[in-house]
């Protein structure tokens, strides 16, 4: 059943088309930091393992959000790996060692990618789309990915 909120069925489309990436790489940095937390090795094991296991527990948070957002506007969401592969920004370039310098450097790179991305979509979500909601929704999501980008910053 179609939504009807005020949000033409085109300009909902296209909003959700950028969701869905967002979805993606959220799904895809999820991964890469369950990842981290759990092949990472180092004299700072213990601390780092905990570390990471908050970082992904946020990542899953955004994940459902995301989209349950893409579900009020009446969209499906995509919800494979494939979908996600195809749909990401992110790589999934592996660290040439498993320390916790390398995994962080690595998250860091993708938390500004999504940073960056997520800026680049508020206006146009905005201006083009006529989307506050959404608008609204990816600036706090891009608030939270600067916090994590700033505390993976200061571990280095």
């Given at each position: ?11 909902g489309q296209s909003v959700v088309d950028e969701l869905s990436k ?10 890469k930091t369950r990842k981290a937390h759990w092949n990472l090795e ?28 893409i579900r009020k506007l009446g969209f499906y969401t995509p919800a ?77």
């Open positions: 059943m179609k939504a009807h909120i005020g949000i033409t069925e085109k300009n967002i979805l993606a790489d959220e799904f895809v940095l999820y991964t180092g004299p700072d094991f213990f601390e780092k393992h905990t570390f990471l296991e908050l970082q992904y527990r946020q990542l899953e948070g955004f994940i459902d959000e995301v989209a349950e957002r494979s790996l494939a979908d996600f592969l195809s749909l990401t920004q992110l790589t999934e370039v592996a660290s040439e060692k498993n320390d916790s310098k390398g995994f962080i450097k690595e998250l860091l790179v993708d938390h500004e990618s999504v940073i960056i991305n997520l800026r680049e979509n508020i206006s146009k979500f905005d201006k083009e789309f006529h989307d506050a909601g959404s608008t609204d929704f990816i600036t706090g999501l891009m608030e939270e990915h600067e916090k994590m980008a700033w505390i993976l910053r200061s571990h280095l």
